[in-house]
């Protein structure tokens, strides 16, 4: 299986929580689309520096995560962070990696929204056994 990309929203929960409250405009909710990365490998939903000044996610704690090629580094973790995918959201953290480096969809958000990398198509679908609302397992 290859790369898989998708178009994913990130949108600041706080101006999301501040625009619900009329404190400030819609207009002013900051969110962009990245054509991310997506990977099951990674856990969390993995932005850049470069991402992170654009939409001023407040920074919650620092967090040590192991790299693909086993270093252990300490990074900003930032949010909340909203996600968006077709007709899927969910909210979380993210991790926020150095410089320009390629942003990751991780496994949590992913579960969350209930989405699935389709193999023979090499892309990011909603889950056709719940194609109008995101389901979940509790037990």
Known sequence: ??????????????DLVLAKRHIIGEEEVKE???????????YMLA????IQEQLKFPVIEKRKAQMANGSIEEYDVVGPVEVRFKNR???CRAMVLPGDNEPL???IP??????LIHPQ???LIV??????????KMK
């Open 47 to 50: 932005i850049n520096e470069t």
């Open 105 to 107: 969809l991780g496994s």
């Open 89 to 91: 959201q969910s909210t």
């Open 121 to 123: 198509r090499q892309e």
């Open 127 to 136: 889950n056709p056994d719940h194609p109008y609302f995101a389901q979940m």
């Open 110 to 115: 992913m579960e969350d929204m209930d989405v």
């Open 1 to 14: 299986m290859g790369l898989v990309y998708a178009d994913i929203k990130l949108i600041n929960g706080e």
């Open 32 to 42: 962009m689309t990245i054509n991310m990365l997506v990977d099951s490998g990674a």
